[in-house]
Every structure is written in structure tokens, then in C-alpha cells.
């Protein structure tokens, strides 16, 4: 193991979420239209392309959660046998995540999404290409998810469900939604979480 300062996760938490917050929002103007864009390429059915980004973004950010919690027990369990103090165990794992987050297997975070992409019933692809096309979107989603999650509190996306009651605080409506419908018919992006407040609105499609 390296070494660690022991505070730092907790000194820069403020900074960090900041940054993390910012990154999200860049990914959503960007990576995100440019998996639309090369999705486009491959399936007409513009809310087919809108339902797989979404879900790739819903993916990235279990995968990732999962990832961290399994990486945290793995440094815990190592930092445990020498822990002395006098920053707590929890703080001075926490402070070694954030220092190396780059030992993170996101790839191993990619393949996984991708899995999950590949059974999922609400999106189809066609049969000659594969969901990998959109990697960069999605190893981006997932590094930013596992950063969230070293921060105090963590940070996380809305659930969204099909068919739910809009909420004007959670979602914007996209541009081509009926803005006379109370349903979400579909989702676009997800909202940011912070204890259950939004911080960052997410998109959605309503209609009758």
C-alpha cells in the first residue's frame, strides 16, 4: 500500500464536489450528445438512442456504487492490520480511496454495464453492433459515480421509472415533450441526488 495523508478526503470534500458536480453537467452536454450522435448512425428511433443513454447512465452509476463498496472493503481490511490512529479507520480508508482512485478497474465497470445493456428488456440494438460503441460515455458515467461516492455525503442519481408522476423539481422537459402531460413517458438523463435533494435536474419526455 502507499502511503496517505490522513484528513484530506474530509479537507477537500467541498472542492472535489464541486469539481465532480461540474463534470457531471460537462458529461451530459457532451460525451452525452456525442453517443447520440454516433448512435444515430446505427438506430433510427430517436427515443430507442434516448432510452439506451439513459440506461447506460443508470448502469455506470450500480456498477460503479458496486465497485467502490467492494474496493473500500478490500482497503479496510488491509489498513485495519496497522490502523493506530489518530484519524478514525473509516477516515483514513476514505483518505486512501481518494488518493488513489486510480487504481479503480473501470474498465471492469465498462464490461459490466455493458452485460447488464445487453439483457435489458427496455432496449434493443441491432444485432451487428454492440453496445461498446458508447464506452467512452459510459467509463466516463462510472469514473464520475466513483468519485461521488468517496464524498461526505455521497452523491447518486434519482430512480426513474416510466409511466411516473413528472416532477417539475427533479426533470426538465425535453423539447419535443408534451407540456400538458402529468407522465414521464420516457427518461433522457438522470437527475443528481444529494440526501434525496436534487442538485442537478435530469431530462425527460412527457406525453399523452
Known amino acids: 500500500l502507499r502511503s496517505c495523508s490522513p484528513g484530506r478526503a474530509r479537507r477537500t470534500n467541498a ?3 464541486t469539481c465532480l458536480v461540474a463534470r457531471f453537467g460537462d458529461i451530459y452536454a457532451q460525451e452525452r450528445l456525442d453517443a447520440e450522435t454516433l448512435l444515430r ?3 433510427s428511433d ?3 438512442v434516448q432510452r439506451i443513454i439513459y440506461i447506460a447512465a443508470v448502469e455506470s452509476f450500480h456498477a460503479a456504487k458496486m465497485a467502490y463498496r467492494q474496493f473500500k472493503i478490500r482497503v479496510r481490511d488491509t489498513l485495519s492490520l496497522g490502523h493506530s490512529g489518530p484519524e478514525s479507520l473509516e477516515d483514513t480508508v476514505l483518505d486512501y480511496i481518494v488518493r488513489h482512485e486510480d487504481l479503480y478497474d473501470v474498465q471492469a465497470s465498462v464490461n459490466e454495464v455493458i452485460r447488464s445493456m445487453n439483457i435489458n428488456p427496455k432496449i434493443s440494438f441491432p444485432p451487428e453492433i454492440d453496445f461498446i460503441v458508447i464506452s467512452t460515455l459510459i ?5 464520475v459515480a466513483f468519485s461521488m461516492q468517496t464524498l461526505v455525503p455521497p452523491l447518486d442519481i434519482a430512480f426513474g421509472t416510466d409511466g411516473e408522476l413528472f416532477s417539475d423539481t427533479k426533470y426538465h422537459r ?9 407522465l414521464v413517458a420516457y427518461h433522457v438523463w438522470p437527475a ?7 442538485i442537478v435536474k435530469g431530462e425527460a419526455v412527457t406525453k399523452r
Not at 425535453?174 to 402529468?182: E, R
Open 15 to 17: 472542492s472535489r464536489r
Open 41 to 43: 448512425t446505427y438506430i
Open 46 to 48: 430517436m427515443e430507442m
Open 139 to 143: 467509463r466516463e458515467l462510472c469514473r
Open 174 to 182: 425535453s423539447f419535443d415533450s408534451d407540456f400538458t402531460a402529468a
Open 192 to 198: 443528481l441526488m444529494e440526501n434525496d435533494v436534487v
